[in-house]
T-cell receptor
């Protein structure tokens, strides 16, 4: 499976500021995904990042709050804008890999964000 | 109704025991199913994919019951290292990328 890295691994930010999270994959992938995992909860998909087109956002998530870039097939960024304490969460990117005719998703190590 | 529902546990079992987790899903058209393992403060790691009636990998067996819309994960001969949260994940549409995650079942294997 692909090797995925994320930067930063963690950060503490003040409310009202923005943070950009980077996701790097060691191979070219068509689909990259951004998830959020709030404390004590499971994962929620924020958006799907396709190279060469705008990201597709899930219900409850908007581009102004979570702008995404996908400049090439190995890299994506997620920005958490105008942060509030409610944005404190783990943010994970994932990629899709075809195995046995079905797609499986693999996750990066996550970025732990605390907003004060 | 949630897309995916799991018993949150915790399950506390002794080493060597057999433990089973169940997960139910709401969309009868769902095509692919997964079990992920997530250790504390780590990312989820794919444990098993379930595309037909079931899958077995060493001490781990996953079974799919489409009629009752549930997936199970059986762990035999539990090891201390099996302690983790196990996430049931469902892809509701063939060819789509959206995954629905259960809230996870926490397992602790006791010496």
């Amino acid at each position: 499976s692909a090797v995925i890295s994320q930067k930063p691994s963690r950060d503490i930010c003040q409310r009202g500021t923005s943070l950009t999270i980077q996701c790097q994959v060691d191979s070219q992938v068509t689909m990259m995904f951004w998830y959020r995992q709030q404390p004590g909860q499971s994962l929620t998909l924020i958006a799907t990042a396709n190279q060469g087109s705008e990201a597709t956002y899930e219900s409850g998530f908007v581009i102004d709050k979570f702008p995404i870039s996908r400049p090439n097939l190995t890299f994506s960024t997620l920005t958490v804008s105008n942060m509030s304490p409610e944005d404190s969460s783990i943010y994970l990117c994932s990629v899709e890999d075809l195995s046995g005719g079905f797609y499986e998703q693999y996750f990066g190590p996550g970025t732990r964000l605390t907003v004060t | 109704r949630k897309e995916v529902e799991q018993d949150p546990g915790p399950f506390n079992v002794p080493e060597g025991a057999t433990v089973a987790f169940n997960c139910t899903y709401s969309n009868s058209a769902s095509q692919s199913f997964f079990w992920y393992r997530q250790d504390c403060r780590k990312e989820p790691k794919l444990l098993m994919s379930v595309y037909s009636s079931g899958n077995e990998d060493g001490r781990f067996t996953a079974q799919l019951n489409r009629a009752s819309q549930y997936i199970s994960l059986l762990i035999r001969d539990s090891k201390l290292s099996d302690s983790a949260t196990y996430l049931c994940v469902v892809n509701p549409e063939t060819g789509a990328n959206n995954l629905f995650f259960g809230t996870g079942t926490r397992l602790t294997v006791i010496p």
